[in-house]
């Protein structure tokens, strides 16, 4: 949330919904690092991890007595996918003889070894693994099961798969069993059926619904945080992103707030163009001649914003050098345009992210976003979908509104102390820095949460004395927090 220079602005208040927000959940595939993300938001909104483990496990055993086995073999490791196989396994006790391979090579999720530990009261055949060499006894029972569950790895497999999980699915797929994968099959597991949990991963899964909130997935929230790459040891100066920001004339701070909040963001590389030359010794400058940046710069500008992994351009930038941006964008792989570079004709990069507040939004739409939040969200949908697939739009309001033109995301953090002058450069230059190593509209929904959770840290603090780079400070705080 950034309320800064907020024409037409809403209060929350006018933020309820005529329309049903479930319109704007996710469909088709989703990808295990943004399923992650919604199981983690879950437990923010109070969805423990072992009640989704319940439901995931439930589910499975539902789908396993459509077949009313006699015999059923469930294979298990160690992970959350071995957890769900441990549940479907006691919802099975009852109804089949059920017994249950599990491998574990280390120390197993705290849920998971709950769920084991419970199997020990059960009506259930439970054989640990410890090698091929253990599956010579358990060799008949791949033979007799009507029924064979992949609980092994999931979401969380690798490429290359290691003993025991090879000879457990080679044997598995030398019988006629039905054969039934959690989430996503071990590679090499032949399964008739993947049931995925919530959402398919995979294009040929079936999902079946396990209670996750509406708002875990429509909403942004902490469990966004894990979907930021995160820098490999070894890893090179450079290697989290080279950011330029061009901006600057009338206001002479505001593109210096975005390169610090870039920084901060974990962007290695930030420099920044502008005619407003100030000194700050963790950022490179290149002053620009003149009051304002002008046709003579362009060169220059293109020459930098090819060599970065993302532009951010408009912080502070005035309304003369429209033209100038419009004449530089095309030439930049990645930018995000805020503040006085969003004016019509907008202009495009090969990939856009732009963050007006509705005042801006009106200037290039042409009418202000609605106040229902069902309506804003599906205006800011359309208008984003008329760029034929190359913008992302980040609205700024009391609630933020973010699409690409296909999915639509919402996001609450942020306090009513940031009015102040120069959030919106601090959005900006976050979304930038995260923007240069994820894609458009994943780096504008973290940027979105991020700056407003960093508001909300620095408002605790400082109430409504709050400045912009108050905000700045707050990032790595937010960023690193334990999820």
């Known amino acids: 949330m950034v309320l800064e220079d907020e024409a037409g602005s809403d209060s929350i208040e006018d933020l309820h919904s005529?329309?049903?927000?479930?319109?704007?959940?996710?469909?088709?595939v989703v990808s295990p690092g943004r399923m992650?993300?919604?199981?983690?938001?879950?437990?923010?909104?109070?969805?423990?991890?072992?009640?989704?483990?319940?439901?995931?496990?439930?589910?499975?055993?539902?789908?396993?007595?459509?077949?009313?086995?006699?015999?059923?073999?469930i294979l298990c490791g160690s992970g959350n996918n071995g957890g769900d196989g441990f549940v479907a396994a006691r919802y099975l006790q009852n109804v089949c003889d059920v017994d249950l391979l599990y491998y574990s090579f280390g120390d197993m999720t705290p849920d998971a070894e709950a769920n084991l530990r419970t199997l020990l009261?059960?009506?259930?055949?439970?054989?640990?693994?410890?090698?091929p060499g253990d599956l010579i006894a358990a060799e008949s029972l791949f033979s007799k099961a009507d029924v064979i569950v992949d609980a092994m790895l999931g979401t969380g497999a690798r490429k290359g798969l290691v003993e025991p999980y090879l000879s457990m699915v080679r044997l598995a797929d030398s019988v006629g069993a039905v054969k039934?994968?959690?989430?996503?099959?071990?590679?090499?597991?032949?399964?008739?059926?993947?049931?995925?949990?919530?959402?398919?991963?995979s294009p040929e899964s079936e999902f079946v619904d396990i209670g996750i909130p509406l708002d875990a997935e429509i909403y942004t929230g902490p469990g966004d945080l894990t979907m930021v790459p995160a820098k490999k040891s070894g890893s090179h100066k450079g290697a989290g992103g080279k950011?330029?920001?061009?901006?600057?004339?009338?206001?002479?701070?505001?593109?210096?707030?975005?390169?610090?909040?870039?920084?901060?963001?974990?962007?290695?590389?930030?420099r920044v163009a502008t005619p407003c030359m100030m000194h700050y010794p963790d950022l490179i400058v290149s002053p620009l001649s003149g009051g304002i940046i002008s046709g003579e710069h362009t060169e220059e500008l293109i020459s930098l914003g090819e060599s970065s992994d993302c532009v951010v351009c408009g912080c502070g930038l005035g309304n003369e050098s429209h033209d100038v941006i419009r004449e530089i964008a095309p030439y930049f792989r990645k930018v995000v345009f805020d503040a006085d570079a969003l004016n019509y004709p907008l202009p495009f990069g090969n990939e856009t992210i732009i963050t007006p507040h509705s005042g801006e939004f009106k200037r290039i739409s042409g009418s202000l976003p609605p106040k229902d939040l069902y309506a804003r969200g599906m205006s800011v949908r359309n208008f984003a979908g008329s760029a034929d697939g190359r913008l992302t739009v980040l609205l700024k309001g009391a609630t933020d509104v973010i699409s690409d033109g296909g999915s639509v995301r919402f996001n609450r953090t942020g306090s009513p102390a940031?009015?102040?002058?120069?959030?919106?450069?601090?959005?900006?230059?976050?979304?930038?820095?995260l923007f240069s190593r994820m894609s458009a509209f994943d780096a504008a929904c973290i940027s979105a949460w991020i700056n407003g959770a960093a508001g909300e840290k620095a408002a605790?603090?400082?109430?409504?004395?709050?400045?912009?780079?108050?905000?700045?400070?707050?990032?790595?705080e937010i960023m690193n927090m334990e999820i």
């Not at 499975?60 to 086995?69: D, I, Q, R, T």
């Not at 004339?249 to 930030?270: F, H, K, M, N, W």
């Not at 940031?418 to 820095?433: E, I, N, Q, S, Y």
């Open 180 to 201: 039934i994968s959690a989430d996503i099959p071990t590679e090499g597991f032949n399964a008739d059926r993947t049931i995925g949990f919530h959402l398919p991963k």
């Open 460 to 476: 605790g603090l400082y109430q409504n004395g709050l400045l912009a780079s108050d905000i700045i400070d707050k990032i790595p």
């Open 121 to 131: 009261y059960c009506d259930v055949s439970v054989h640990r693994i410890r090698c």
């Open 243 to 270: 950011v330029l920001i061009i901006g600057g004339g009338p206001y002479q701070g505001a593109p210096y707030l975005a390169a610090l909040s870039a920084l901060r963001g974990g962007a290695d590389i930030v």
């Open 418 to 433: 940031m009015t102040k002058g120069g959030t919106g450069d601090v959005l900006a230059g976050l979304t930038g820095a």
């Open 18 to 28: 005529n329309g049903s927000l479930r319109d704007f959940r996710r469909t088709g």
């Open 36 to 73: 992650r993300a919604i199981d983690k938001n879950a437990m923010a909104l109070g969805v423990s991890g072992s009640q989704l483990m319940e439901s995931a496990g439930k589910s499975l055993a539902g789908v396993v007595m459509e077949y009313a086995p006699e015999k059923v073999l």
